[in-house]
Structures are given as structure tokens and as C-alpha cells.
């Protein structure tokens, strides 16, 4: 169960198709939204292993 001190990290919510002003934006809303989602990632590898422990 979840610790209250350490909560779960939340996924970061995915852009909708319709965000994107398809004008080559760097970054793109995509891009920033990648980047994000392998920081959710690695936080949340790093948060289950506290929790096993």
C-alpha cells in the first residue's frame, strides 16, 4: 500500500491530437510530453523499488 509521505507518481496526461499547431514547433507539445512520460517513468521504477524495500 502506498505511503501517504510517498505517494504513487502520476503519468503526465497525453496531449490531444488537436494541441499540436502542426507548425514544426521545437519543441513540439509532443516532444515535452515524451520527455515527461520517461521522467514519470524512471520516477516510478524508482518509487517501486521503495516500496519493495
Known sequence: ?????DPRPTPPEQP?????CRSGCDPCI???YQQELE???L???EWEARQAG
Open 1 to 5: 500500500m502506498a505511503d501517504a509521505q
Open 16 to 20: 490531444d491530437d488537436s494541441e499540436c
Open 30 to 32: 509532443f516532444d515535452l
Open 39 to 41: 521522467e514519470y517513468r
Open 43 to 45: 520516477k516510478l521504477k
